[in-house]
């Protein structure tokens, strides 16, 4: 995993206590919980996934990674610690010290920012130490909590776990910043891995732009019309998206949410991206979590909620029962059997006219006006 993020010498500050550290012998699984906008449940889906590996006498490290909005040491009451990853950055120091208990046996936290250390905004030196190291944390599993939007820290740390969650709600904008996560994803992933990026960065990176509407071109396409005569580099193109395998979790999902927006976005990820994304999971709308986070109450997510029982299962199924072997790939929900509903492409350009818009709802992530080419033209 750690081949895979490049860091130029001046990243490589490792503290003596880090190098030192005899690894342990198995490191743990990292989970990252990302998503294209702030209050799609995030933070929500992150804690209740750490009790229920807690539950299970899994040892678990939450790691608060919303640099610009950190909550999680909020939500555990643990607001006077002296540790942090701020004092990480800050500090040589092993990254281990820095990770403080909460109230929840087997479920330990390591905050963003603590009593004295209240902001952080970590250089690109400070991240990348960070991402080297997280592998040292003594844990079974370490759950990461990202900030909103597709900034580069919290590509980083996405693209460096061994499961790559996108959580996004049923509502157009959050598919719309869920798509263009992925799609940054995409391009810093072949930025750091394809030995040849530079030669075609720019047209590559005009791919799967939405805003271009009818004339949007396609990875595939690109492939197919840029990359005919070298076979070395298509092949090494194709392998690297296809090594990207994230995962999505739709949150906050309630019974009126129409569930074609949803398959649009696997679909334009498919189409637009070349990539499979393949469902996680659904949560559905659950009052329970307002009232546990209203009582301050962290494990009452898992407790006293139905999306705490919904994650205890997939967490059983989709992280403990497949850490044996960590490549085994979810296969049992193909793209078009999720649901029911047969959607158009998110290439459509018939949206307007087309007899599915008069009783369906216009696909979430290409805007109608783009589908049809009005803003494209404007
Ligand atoms: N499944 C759910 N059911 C009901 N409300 C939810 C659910 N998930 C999240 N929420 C609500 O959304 C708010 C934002 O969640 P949060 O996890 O803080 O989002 P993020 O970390 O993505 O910004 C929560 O305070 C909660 O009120
Ligand atoms: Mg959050």
Known sequence: MLTEIRIDKTDTLKSAADVQKPQRPSQPQIIAVAGGKGGVGKTVVTATIGLALAEKNHQTVLLDADFFGPNLHYLFGVYASRQSLSDYFAQNCDINDMVV???????????????????????????????????????????????????????????NADVQLLVSTAENTSLFGAYQFLRASLFRKLQRSHPHWARFAAEFMQCGDLTHGRSMKTVAEFIDETMDADLEDRFHLLADIAGLRPQLLINNLRDTDARDPLQALRLAAKEALNLELSLWGVLHHDIGVIAALRRNQPIDLLHSTAIGNQLRNIVQRKLVAQKSDRRAVDNDLPLHDWTKVRICSSRCIAWTCCCRRNGGTPCAVMHPDLACGKAASG
């Open 101 to 159: 208990p909460t109230p929840v046996e087997h479920l330990r936290l390591l905050p963003a920012v603590s009593q004295t250390r209240r902001s952080l905004q970590p250089a690109a030196r400070q991240k990348a130490k960070l991402i080297h190291n997280l592998s040292r944390i003594e844990a079974d599993y370490l759950v990461i909590d990202l900030g909103p939007s597709a900034h580069f820290n919290n590509i980083d740390l996405f693209l």
